[in-house]
């Protein structure tokens, strides 16, 4: 029986039990027509915090989501519609290089990304930094390039899932945003509006993510899978490192660079280890390529033959960019101030913390600590080192690009504290750690 009062279905979760249908759908219309103030929408969130959500109550809430606003209808483009989705980690520049080499091998892949919050970047913000590159295409234009070049990438509108906004901006400021329904109902119930037949799931683990732990980033990975699956969209999803930082840029121009650099053949090994992890599935789900093998060969020879280049300079002049930055990075956004940062003492890096290194560079500037931060998109830090990896004293570390020296000054002593170096070596992360995908209605699960 639908409860009348809505603290009485705080209650209910409050006291571990099952939201209905019908209830979870008067939560969900009652806080984008406001008339569920805030507050209890809030304690609601607190109470799934840690009471949970059942299978079933996580893929409804993830459908009132997804039609709480707009949705996209990309039936008007042509092919296997492929999206991809991070669930946030620092210098994750992986989306960028992964349109442009699976678009130029054949795939279609129309994306709407969001911008960064906290430590976690974001693709728009990375793209705004190009000069003259537009985010907010008109739904005809966003298709016409798709259609021309086979991607394009555009940011998600305020009219798709109205709720996930609201409910993201209360989980930020109350604590309950590493929560697996509500991430899982979040992402999917974005992705779900956005019109897509396949969807290719990254799914981060570690101290630079939401998910701490192996285990709770396979259940989201799980979750998410069989909510994409049930209704009807081919999802995969891979878990990932992010107890260090992925790629060695972190800062919106500085990923850009980076982002040139994997598609000029010589990008960090551990992105372009995700990059063509995800590619070979988006290219093999799309039905480019059959086997596993042959869609690495493809997207190997796209970025040495320098089509996959080709084609993001096709991209960023279609969406009014200058491709000039692919030649001459100093066109893009300047710091003023550069600082190098050298290893303390000798040893081995033992730990970097991802979102230590996140904070830094958010506290330069580069990222937001609320919605309504402006950005600086000069700023940021590019790291010289991996955990595992061994350094002498002095052996330089990372580079500060900053606005003045005091900031620069701050940002190196961040560094210092996010990076340990030890006297004993240690192991590398291992990068793609397993594949989570289901056939024949089964979940499955394998290791890397
Ligand atoms: N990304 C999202 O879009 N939502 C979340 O809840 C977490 C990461
Ligand atoms: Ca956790």
């Excluded at 259609?147 to 993201?168: C, S, W």
């Excluded at 009807?232 to 992010?242: C, E, I, L, P, Q």
């Excluded at 003045?404 to 002593?413: F, H, K, L, P, V």
């Excluded at 004993?424 to 699960?445: C, M, N």
């Amino acid at each position: 029986m639908l409860s009348r009062n809505f603290a009485e279905l705080i209650e209910k979760k409050k006291s571990g039990g099952e939201l209905l249908e019908e209830e979870i759908s008067w939560w969900i219309d009652g806080l984008v027509s406001g008339s569920i103030p805030d507050y209890q929408t809030s304690a609601m969130l607190m109470a799934i915090y840690f009471r949970g959500m059942n299978p079933h109550e996580t893929a409804w809430l993830t459908h009132c989501i997804s039609i709480s606003g707009d949705i996209i209808d990309l039936s008007s483009l042509r092919g296997v519609k492929c999206d991809k989705h991070s669930s946030g980690g620092v210098a994750d520049t992986v989306s960028i290089p992964l349109i442009a080499i699976a678009t130029s091998c054949g795939a279609v892949m129309p994306k709407m990304s969001g911008r960064g919050l906290g430590h976690s970047g974001g693709t728009i913000d990375k793209l705004e930094s190009i000069p003259g590159f537009d985010v907010n295409l008109t739904p005809l234009a966003f298709a016409d390039v798709v259609n021309r070049f086979g991607g394009a990438i555009m940011a998600q509108t305020g009219d798709v899932a109205v709720a996930d906004k609201k409910l993201y901006a209360l989980r930020d400021v109350t604590a309950t945003v590493d929560s697996v329904p509500l991430i899982a109902s979040s992402i999917m119930g974005k992705k779900l509006a956005s019109g897509t037949d396949v969807i290719v799931l990254d799914v981060k683990w570690g101290s630079g993510a939401f998910m701490t732990s192996t285990l709770e980033a396979i259940e989201l990975a799980k979750t998410m899978v069989g909510i994409g699956e049930d209704n009807g969209k081919t999802t995969v999803a891979y878990v990932t490192d992010m107890n260090e930082p992925l790629g060695n840029a972190v800062g919106n121009a500085l990923e850009i660079v980076e982002a040139v650099q994997v598609l000029k053949g010589h990008g960090p090994a551990k992105l372009v280890d995700v990059i063509l992890t995800l590619c070979d599935e988006v290219l093999m789900q799309s039905g480019v390529a059959h086997k596993r093998e042959d869609a690495r060969t493809m997207a190997i020879d796209a970025i040495a033959s320098g089509n996959a280049l080709q084609r993001f300079a096709d991209i960023v002049k279609a969406q009014g960019g200058d491709p000039a930055f692919i030649d001459r990075p100093e066109v893009l956004p300047q710091a003023a101030v550069t600082r190098p940062v050298y290893a303390p003492c000798g040893g081995f890096v033992t730990s970097i913390d991802a979102k230590g290194i996140g904070l830094a560079a958010m506290h330069l500037g580069a990222g937001r600590r609320t919605k309504e931060d402006v950005i600086d998109l000069a700023v940021g830090l590019v790291l010289d080192v991996k955990t595992g990896d061994a350094v002498s004293a002095g052996h330089q570390i990372a580079t500060v690009y900053a606005r003045t020296e005091g900031d620069a000054a701050t940002c190196e002593q961040e560094i210092l504290r996010a990076t340990v170096v030890g006297q004993a070596s240690v192991p590398r992360w291992q990068t793609v750690v397993a594949k989570i995908s289901r056939a024949d209605g089964v979940v499955t699960y394998e290791q890397s």
